[in-house]
């Protein structure tokens, strides 16, 4: 028994569950088309071609991918530290509209970067009040950050529609100097609508890394995540921790928000429902398993997914929700890893038995 524990806990079983998670999702895909009458050998192999198959697609599956890193990230960081921050949604919806705002009142040389930061502090103060509550009260995060999303869904719908509505149901967009789309990067994926923003995913997922392993304060916020107890008893101060991560993991938020102002359309709109960005950097969080370079592995993948969706009602007939169904089924089967490591524990065991 200790030989399975010891095997399943290994460093190479936290690569292999995921991916076993994602191979089970694609087979049950499969049945699912089966069942449905369609051919799952041409509805994936539509699927990649939508991808791979064409450089419009894969720019498209890469400008999906910033904000799905980003809200990993945010995800990510606060897991790591022992918090549930299930308002990534709201702190991006947030970060979105103050980028825009100052993305259309900031014209000069530093209009984009301003803009950025916006993103990132409205995001890291709607992070701020579940962080204080649980801080101060022990309010549970995960309530809070639920119901605050709903609070920047409507407080921005609100501010747009009284104070910034230009045309339609959107505001203006951003001056050139803000904006952060590139022809360069449109140029080399046949027009998609790739940015710099994906520059920037990346260089977050280099910034938690730094954080959390090459800092001191980084070793305190995983501290106070695993023990409180302890981490007090060391002297470290937890509430300032705990605020701090939620802060810092709703910057991340932000930035994702402003990625899609600044970037990916120039504008903030009035939103009849939630953007799903932030709840899906749940899944990548969770299939990413918490670190920088398993978030953007899973966030080409759930990009690709989603990219790749329309070509396979197109060339294959395959509904695109059938995508959000192996979605939802790769994360079960990531859910389920203990049961995963149960079994491959098992047969590494009986492998050294004969």
């Known amino acids: 028994m200790k030989r399975i524990l010891v095997g399943a806990r290994g460093k190479s ?5 995921p991916l076993i998670a994602i191979a089970f999702g694609f087979l049950a895909g499969g049945l699912i088309m089966l069942v449905s009458g369609n051919n799952p050998i041409l509805g ?16 498209e599956t890469l400008r999906m991918m910033t904000p799905l890193i980003l809200s990993g990230l945010a995800v990510a960081f606060a897991f790591r530290t022992g918090l549930l921050n299930i308002g990534v949604e709201g702190q991006l919806i947030v ?8 993305g259309i009142y900031v014209d000069g040389p530093m209009a984009f970067v301003l803009a950025i930061a916006a993103g990132a502090v409205a995001g890291g103060l709607w992070g701020f009040v579940p962080g204080f509550l649980k801080a101060r009260y022990e309010v549970h995060e ?8 709903y609070i920047a869904l409507h407080v921005s719908n609100h501010f747009i529609r009284n104070y910034l509505l230009a045309s339609g149901q959107r505001t203006e967009f951003v001056n050139q100097s803000a904006s952060i789309s590139s022809p360069f990067l449109e140029s080399l994926t046949d027009f998609s609508r790739l940015h710099w923003g994906f520059a920037i995913a990346i260089g977050a997922c280099v910034v938690m890394w730094f954080i959390l392993w090459k800092t001191n304060k980084g070793y305190e916020l995983r501290a106070v995540g695993y023990n409180k ?7 470290m101060n937890v509430k300032t921790n705990i605020v701090l991560s939620m802060v810092i993991s709703g910057g991340f938020a932000g930035v994702g928000g402003a990625m899609e102002g600044l970037g990916t359309y120039g504008y903030a709109q009035i939103l009849s429902g939630f953007t799903n960005l932030g709840f899906d950097g749940i899944a990548v969080a ?3 398993a918490s670190t920088s370079v398993g978030i953007f592995l899973a966030a080409f993948l759930f990009g690709g997914l989603k990219i790749g969706a329309s070509n396979m009602q197109s060339a294959a007939g395959v509904a695109p929700e059938l995508v959000e169904i192996v979605i939802a089924l790769i994360i079960f089967f990531v859910a389920s890893s203990y049961l995963i490591r149960w079994i491959l524990g098992r047969l590494q065991q009986n492998k050294e038995e004969k």
């Open 142 to 149: 995960v309530i809070v950050t639920i119901m605050m999303n």
């Open 44 to 59: 994936y192999a539509a699927l990649f071609q939508g991808v791979f198959g064409d450089m419009y697609y894969f720019g």
């Open 13 to 17: 079983f936290g690569l292999i569950v």
């Open 229 to 235: 107890n302890a981490s007090s008893y060391a002297g």
């Open 286 to 288: 969770l299939l990413g």
């Open 95 to 102: 970060g979105w509209l103050a980028a825009v705002v100052v």
